[in-house]
Structures are given as C-alpha cells and as structure tokens.
T-cell receptor, first 115, second 111 residues
Framework: DAGVIQSPRHEVTEMGQEVTLRCKPISGHDYLFWYRQTMMRGLELLIYFNNNVPIDDSGMPEDRFSAKMPNASFSTLKIQPSEPRDSAVYFC?????????????FGEGSRLTVL | RKEVEQDPGPFNVPEGATVAFNCTYSNSASQSFFWYRQDCRKEPKLLMSVYSSGNEDGRFTAQLNRASQYISLLIRDSKLSDSATYLCVVNGAGGSYIPTFGRGTSLIVHP
C-alpha cells in the first residue's frame, strides 16, 4: 500500500514568494495532520482535519499560513508570503479512527528553504 | 512548563550497552503514550505504544508512571542501527485529544 505522499520533497524559494505544499493521505484514513519541524522547536502541530473538516488550527503561526482539504485524498498547506523563518521540514501525517490508538503515518516531508 | 519534555541528549553509548530515556508530561489527564523513532532526515515512525502495565518488544521496554507523569524507554544490548532520535508522544497533553510530540532524545551508538 502507498504511504502518505508529500510534494515537493525540497523547495527553495525567495522571501515573499508563495509556497504550496501538497499531501495525499493513506486511503481510508480520516485524520490528517500538518506538522512543522525545526531544530529549535521540534515537531509542532499546525492544523489537523477530521473527515476533511479543519478541527484545530490553533498551531498555525499566523495569517500567512492556510490549509485546505478539498477531499479525502488531498490537502494543501500554503504560505503566502513566505519568510526566512518559515524554513523548516513540513510533515503531513494521517491516521485512522480514534487518535488514542496512536499510530500516525508520516510522509517523507517537504524541506522548505526561504532565502 | 512544556507539555512534553525530553532530555535532548545526545546519549553516546557503546554497542551492547543498556540505555534509558525519560519523558515527562504536564497534563495528568493525558490518555495515551507512544515512542516514535526518527532517523536522520527521515520521517518519524511509531516504535511502540506505552501501556499502563509496561510492555516489551524485543530489546525495547516501555514504562508508564502516571503518579509522576513520565514515560520511559529502555533499550538493551544497543546496536549501531539503534542510532536515531526517539520522540515521546502524548495524546491529550495539551488538553485536547491530539498527539503532542516531545523534541526528541538523540541516541548515538558507537562501535
């Protein structure tokens, strides 16, 4: 079975440009998470969806960040305009049913560098 | 106080050694606990769940101490391939029922 698929794997862009990160969760998973990982702050939850509906976006740093899940097989995380402090690895993860059963399946991540 | 705290390490141990990591959490109502492993420049992957009675998977043993609000991971007979970052994950740590990750503990196993 295919795992969580993220694209692009690497992105280098200049400050002020729009960045769109994409995620395809595992088929049948009804939770989707966007995390950001940096050396300083570790893995931070940005937003998560349940059945395509955003449930908690309190981790989204500011209005420059937005996320959508138009259907069960696709989600995007957009940064507009991007800033150097947004440089990080962005992970998408999906999960099936109840969150207390634990396992999140992560994509390989999108490594973003904003110059 | 952070919701989930771990000693970042690195823990530098020789092959064959036994090493233990702890992780503390702040919310006593947290429901479930896990250890994930993350290799360098890779994604995190579930290593094992942590059950109230403690559980073992080969060389790995996980324990939960609710009274003191910490979980632990013990690795026996360390292998070179165990070198990675070990992430503690707590569900319900922030008061909502979502997974919160610690920043991870780095383990380096040397020959």
């Amino acid at each position: 079975d295919a795992g969580v698929i993220q694209s692009p794997r690497h992105e280098v862009t200049e400050m002020g440009q729009e960045v769109t990160l994409r995620c395809k969760p595992i088929s049948g998973h009804d939770y989707l998470f966007w995390y950001r990982q940096t050396m300083m702050r570790g893995l931070e939850l940005l937003i998560y969806f349940n059945n395509n509906v955003p449930i908690d976006d309190s981790g989204m740093p500011e209005d420059r960040f937005s996320a959508k899940m138009p259907n069960a097989s696709f989600s995007t995380l957009k940064i507009q305009p991007s800033e150097p402090r947004d440089s990080a690895v962005y992970f998408c993860a999906s999960s099936f049913r109840r969150l207390d059963t634990g396992e999140l399946f992560f994509g390989e991540g999108s490594r973003l560098t904003v110059l | 106080r952070k919701e989930v705290e771990q000693d970042p390490g690195p823990f530098n141990v020789p092959e064959g050694a036994t090493v233990a990591f702890n992780c503390t959490y702040s919310n006593s109502a947290s429901q479930s606990f896990f250890w994930y492993r993350q290799d360098c420049r890779k994604e995190p992957k579930l290593l094992m769940s942590v059950y109230s009675s403690g559980n073992e998977d080969g060389r790995f043993t996980a324990q939960l101490n609710r009274a003191s609000q910490y979980i632990s991971l013990l690795i026996r007979d360390s292998k070179l391939s165990d070198s990675a970052t070990y992430l503690c994950v707590v569900n319900g740590a922030g008061g909502s029922y979502i997974p919160t990750f610690g920043r991870g503990t780095s383990l380096i196993v040397h020959p």
